[in-house]
């Protein structure tokens, strides 16, 4: 089974700074998907970025990056000129790659999440 | 960009009451998760839906829960007699290759 940490409940940054979120996870599996997805107070789920594991450069997607870090199974979230509306919860989820007869495929197991807080 | 639609938005039910909550998936997805998200709490996993049948479930899917997807379209989430820590955003989610895509979810709240 796998398992997501996200050892920061709690993150607060000031208007145009960056900031790191950080997220570990376990898992015996080679071939996965990492993802990170921000909630706001609407509570919807909105996917910030995805990384497949086997690709060696990190993802970015305009002001979010990440750093993946394979070996120490590390998957943080950089969030670079911070922007009010960055103020949301933060999950950082994990899923297995497709094999063929699997029908569980596109499960997520999450963390625990980050609340963020954008100042101005 | 497809949308995954979840109806309603937010049910108020007394415990003890059956409700039923609707997702309508990306049509071309095959694999379909719901999930349940209690107040200030991590994203749970509750149950898995492929090829018209439950694929995977989790310990909180007990008798109480059901799911199915009778036309082709709709899928839905049964809570046959709700009890109050049922109270929680419950999230659809249609698969493809690239990821899930969720629906907006359906707020419950037992009383």
């Known amino acids: 089974a796998q398992t997501v940490t996200q050892s920061q409940p709690e993150m607060s940054v000031q208007e145009a700074e960056t900031v790191t979120l950080s997220c570990t996870y376990d898992?015996?599996?080679?071939?996965?998907?990492l993802f990170w997805y921000k909630q706001p107070p609407s509570r919807q789920m909105i996917l910030v970025i995805r990384?497949?594991?086997?690709?060696?450069q990190n993802a970015t997607e305009n002001r979010f990056s990440v750093n993946f870090q394979k070996a120490a199974k590390s998957f943080s979230l950089k969030i670079s000129d911070s922007q009010l509306g960055d103020t949301a919860m933060y999950f950082c989820?994990?899923?297995?790659?497709?094999?063929?007869?699997?029908?569980?495929?596109?499960?997520?197991?999450f963390g625990q999440g980050t609340i963020l807080t954008v100042h101005p | 960009e497809p949308e995954v639609t979840q109806t309603p938005s937010h049910q108020v039910t007394q415990m003890g009451q059956e409700v039923i909550l609707r997702c309508v998936p990306i049509?071309?997805?095959?694999?379909f998760y719901w999930y349940r998200q209690i107040l200030g709490q991590k994203v749970e996993f509750l149950v898995s839906?492929?090829?018209?049948?439950?694929?995977?479930k989790s310990e909180i899917f007990d008798d109480q829960f059901s799911v199915e997807r009778p036309d082709g379209s709709n899928f839905t989430l049964k809570i046959r007699s709700t009890k109050l820590e049922d109270s929680a955003m419950y999230f659809c989610?249609?698969?493809?290759?690239?990821?899930?895509?969720f629906g907006s979810g359906t707020r419950l709240t037992v009383v």
């Open positions: 989820a994990f899923m297995k790659q497709w094999n063929a007869g699997g029908t569980s495929y596109g499960k997520l197991t």
């Open positions: 898992t015996s599996e080679n071939n996965y998907y």
């Open positions: 990384q497949e594991a086997y690709k060696q």
């Open positions: 049509s071309n997805h095959l694999y």
């Open positions: 839906f492929y090829n018209n049948e439950i694929s995977e």
């Open positions: 989610a249609s698969v493809s290759g690239t990821g899930s895509t």
